[in-house]
């Protein structure tokens, strides 16, 4: 079915099947395992960034306090829902075209849609730049009642031209393959930004300080990324309308899915700001909420790799007309996020009162309950939740992805206004936690199930959760020994953190949860990462240590081996 998809795009819109008059080789080995070195590559840059990111993000909240840093959220409002309007997945589409014609070794003409999305990126963000620009007073002033965060909410609309160029920067890089060249990117962005942001509001300047650290943060990375697009290639297009006309054809839509998402998700942050008025919510929730969200954005250090790399491995799969590797591809792929993500899930809902304590302190204590409604969504990644996206961008299936944010928006919305008036944050939070279980699910039996013939590995799975469990219990009747309170208990977290770790790895080599391919798989993928890999690298062997005692073991009491 993709097939036909993705050639009858490419037949109606390609002038012919020329090729780069002087070839470059696409990077050696196989899909897989340029998919692994590309995922190490970002994972490190990934994980970098947001424990820069992080940490600074949680030394801001702190240094705001708890109303401040709602106030803070509140001056983002306007520029965030304008950026919203700006996700036509140019981003993605050019990544998409680049790695499908790199496969094909037509070079030039991967150039010549980065070339293209590039223009046409930028004119559209700076025209919705000035829209945001005009918009703000009324949105913050009239619409939410703070008038006096009006100048400042303007100010922050310049951030969505340097915002999309850095995300457009790494996406393009991460479909040539240059994951490394990203990752710099990434690793930039946060370092300005977090820098900046903490000294200016040491400085004196509170909540201002923390918007013009953003601003600089960005427009640093968009800057470098734009200097690295030209040194990577990026050339002036012969036929710029047909290939304007694929891309908008790929994106448009992503837009959907992407304009449903995002708005969505500031739609939920104008709900809790105008319970504030009304008494049943304060700014200090919407800082809690805001804070539970940075909280649980560590995930993407496990999941943005995964899902970055799978867009252009799946495209690779389409160029080379290989049907029989989709579902296999997918079920790979959603094992390892599995093995992944999901102990990292359940580690936040056993602990997440420590965690909240820690990074945050006393002014956020009494909502670490948003934590754990949040972790709850990162359960179904068993199901694909972390994958399906890239999944069906990278077969030329954007519809399904619109289709799934119909769902989650709906959802998300109708429970956020229910819930929220109810229970105000915790109720939008568990409106949250509910669009992505639903969208997951309807995902995986109306399309995935049903089209790619993709069964889940249930043995597997249920293994990697049955670990995580238990990891879990064993992990929190220690922790109920030690009092985890402020910055002193990040000692006792970080040995709790290595517990778990431990007790995961040895539980699931005991059930024989991960499979040689799979451990190989996140082995290579930190083969270019001296400290990491040494750390991944014994943790593996002593996973296959206790694999092989556990086959042994089977094998003289004649049960079933292996995982699926």
Not at 199 to 204: H, P
Not at 345 to 367: M, N
Not at 426 to 450: C, D, F, L, N
Request: aromatic share 10%; hydrophobic share 50%.
């Amino acid at each position: 079915m993709f097939l036909a998809n993705d050639s009858d795009a490419l037949r109606a819109t390609e002038p012919g099947d020329r090729g780069d008059a002087n070839p470059e080789p696409h990077p050696g080995g196989s899909i897989g395992s340029r998919a692994a070195r590309g995922a190490g590559n970002l994972f490190v840059g990934n994980a970098v960034s947001l424990l820069i990111s992080g940490i600074g993000t949680i030394a801001i909240a702190r240094l705001l306090g708890a109303t401040n840093f709602g106030l803070y959220a509140i001056v983002l409002i306007p520029s965030a829902t304008a950026y919203v309007f700006t996700q036509l997945g140019l981003g993605i589409a050019v990544s998409r075209y680049v790695a499908f014609y790199s496969s094909q070794q037509k070079l030039q003409e991967a150039r010549e849609f980065v070339g293209v999305g590039l223009t046409f990126f930028l004119l559209t963000h700076i025209a919705i730049a000035a829209a945001s620009f005009a918009l703000a007073p009324y949105i913050v002033g009239s619409a939410l009642h703070y008038p006096q965060l009006a100048s400042l909410a303007e100010i922050a609309s310049v951030n969505i031209v340097f915002q999309a160029l850095t995300n457009f920067a790494v996406g393009t890089l991460s479909g040539f393959f240059r994951t490394g060249l990203a990752s710099a990117v990434i690793v930039l962005q946060a370092f300005v930004k977090t820098g900046l942001s903490i000294g200016l509001i040491i400085a004196g300047l509170g909540t201002t300080g923390a918007v013009y650290g953003l601003i600089v943060g960005y427009a640093a990375s968009g800057v470098f990324g734009l200097g690295l697009l030209f040194m990577v290639g990026v050339s002036r297009p012969s036929d710029f309308r047909p290939k304007l006309r694929t891309i908008l054809a790929f994106s448009l839509p992503n837009y959907a899915a992407n304009l449903l998402n995002g708005l969505t998700r500031q739609g939920q942050l104008i709900i809790l700001a105008a319970l504030i008025p009304i008494g049943l919510a304060t700014s200090s929730a919407l800082g809690a909420y805001s804070a539970s969200l940075n909280l649980i954005a560590f995930m993407t250090i496990l999941s943005f790799p995964l899902s970055a790399i799978m867009l252009p491995t799946f495209s690779v799969i389409s160029a080379n007309r290989s049907p029989e590797g989709i579902s296999h591809s997918y079920l790979r792929a959603l094992k390892v996020s599995n093995i992944l993500i999901t102990p990292a899930g359940f580690f936040l809902i056993a602990l997440s009162r420590p965690v909240f304590d820690v990074f945050y302190g006393h002014s956020y204590y009494s909502y670490f309950t948003i934590l754990t409604i949040l972790a709850l969504g990162y359960l179904v990644v068993g199901m694909g939740s972390q994958v399906q996206g890239s999944f069906f961008s990278g077969l030329n299936n954007n519809i399904v992805n619109t289709k799934m944010a119909v769902v989650s928006s709906l959802t998300v919305v109708a429970l956020s206004v229910g819930l929220g008036f109810e229970y105000g944050v915790w109720g939008v939070a568990a409106a949250t936690t509910a669009g992505i279980i639903t969208q997951t699910i309807y995902a995986h039996y109306s399309v995935v199930k049903r089209q790619y013939r993709a069964a889940l590995p249930a043995r597997p799975l249920l293994s990697v959760y049955l670990a995580s469990i238990s990891a879990c219990a064993v992990t929190y009747l220690v922790g109920l020994n030690f009092k985890v309170v402020g910055l002193a208990g990040a000692g006792i977290l970080t040995l709790l953190i290595l517990l778990y770790v431990f007790a995961y790895v040895t539980l699931a080599g005991l059930l024989g949860s991960v499979s040689d391919i799979d451990a190989n798989l996140i082995l290579e993928s930190t083969s270019g990462l001296p400290v990491i890999n040494k750390v991944v690298t014994a943790l593996v062997i002593y996973y296959k240590n206790l694999t092989r005692w556990r086959l042994a073991h089977l094998q003289k009491s004649g049960s079933p081996q292996g995982v699926d």
